[in-house]
T-cell receptor, first 110, second 115 residues
Framework: GQSLEQPSEVTAVEGAIVQINCTYQ??????LSWYQQHDGGAPTFLSY????GLEETGRFSSFLSRSDSYGYLLLQELQMKDSASYFC???????????FGQGTELSVKP | EPEVTQTPSHQVTQMGQEVILRCVPI?????FYWYRQILGQKVEFLVS????????KSEIFDDQFSVERPDGSNFTLKIRSTKLEDSAMYFC?????????????FGPGTRLTVL
């Protein structure tokens, strides 16, 4: 089967750094994406890794190791507005569907 | 900035009734998708659509579901005879290319409630 595993919830304080891990097992692999979702609204694209290494976009960074079938999302200088659900997703073929993980609920405390 | 739009935002229907959910993808995108999310669960793929035909569908997408692109802008999902378990948030998404990098942009969703 196809599966992505990520922690169900993470709590951190404002200003801190938090890492959300994702391990995947899929029939094909054409990149790992991260999406943010506030209160069941539209998933919003955050980042994408097709190759091993770190991608940085402002306060958010994402890492991929294809040999380990593992990636993570790193959020720095946490703000209250970062409280949301974060989903990792794998594309199993070019232009194909996204296979989502169960999501990680991030709570940022003052 | 261009965005995916969906109507209605909330649809309430009786079991057994037909519903049509509407989406307007981003205008220069070629790949279209429907996903659903049952409350508190992960986002699940339903169907992908390219070049006026279904490219892939999941096991959820049975004979009660159909998709259509009736004109150059709209992309619809029809559920012929709704069941209680169809209650979910339905998201439309579109993407520009089939390349390795193909960011999918999601619409705000339609919350379907089947009574």
């Amino acid at each position: 089967g196809q599966s992505l595993e990520q922690p169900s919830e993470v709590t951190a304080v404002e200003g801190a750094i938090v890492q959300i891990n994702c391990t995947y097992q899929t029939s094909g692999f054409y990149g790992l994406s991260w999406y943010q979702q506030h209160d069941g609204g539209a998933p919003t694209f955050l980042s994408y890794n097709a190759l091993d290494g770190l991608e940085e976009t402002g306060r958010f960074s994402s890492f991929l190791s294809r040999s380990d079938s593992y990636g993570y999302l790193l959020l720095q200088e946490l703000q209250m507005k970062d409280s949301a659900s974060y989903f990792c997703a794998v594309r199993d073929e070019p232009g194909g569907k996204l296979i989502f993980g169960q999501g990680t609920e991030l709570s940022v405390k003052p | 900035e261009p965005e995916v739009t969906q109507t209605p935002s909330h649809q309430v229907t009786q079991m057994g009734q037909e519903v049509i959910l509407r989406c307007v993808p981003i205008s220069n995108h070629l790949y279209f998708y429907w996903y659903r999310q049952i409350l508190g669960q992960k986002v699940e793929f339903l169907v992908s659509f390219y070049n006026n035909e279904i490219s892939e569908k999941s096991e959820i997408f049975d004979d009660q579901f159909s998709v259509e692109r009736p004109d150059g802008s709209n992309f619809t999902l029809k559920i012929r005879s709704t069941k209680l378990e169809d209650s979910a948030m339905y998201f439309c998404a579109s993407g520009k290319t089939s390349g390795t990098y193909n960011e999918q942009f999601f619409g705000p969703g339609t919350r379907l409630t089947v009574l």
